[in-house]
């Protein structure tokens, strides 16, 4: 199972970090200059927290950030024997 967990999580990983560009990406045609510390916080930029394309992409990195943090938890109970 390690391998398989490796596997996953770095493959969550890459699905992770390709939705953090894409939610940038979004978030630039809307405000040019934003950061990715400003996605983080899309409720200090109007145009962001009304985007419905920007929320559904972001919705998305969520639920990916959700599931890593999950299957790391999911992997450090099972190492230290919790069920």
Do not use: C
């Not at 996953?8 to 990715?36: F, N, S, W």
Request: net charge negative.
């Amino acid at each position: 199972m390690p391998n398989d967990a490796s596997s996953i999580a770095q493959l969550l990983q890459e699905m992770v970090e390709h939705q953090q560009a894409k939610v940038l990406k979004v978030a630039r045609e809307l405000v040019p200059d934003a950061t990715p510390e400003d996605i983080r916080n899309p409720q200090d930029f109007p145009e962001l927290f009304t985007d419905t394309l920007f929320n559904y992409e972001d919705g998305i990195l969520t639920g990916y950030l959700t599931l890593q943090t999950a299957l790391r938890n999911q992997v450090n109970n099972e190492s230290n024997g919790i069920e």
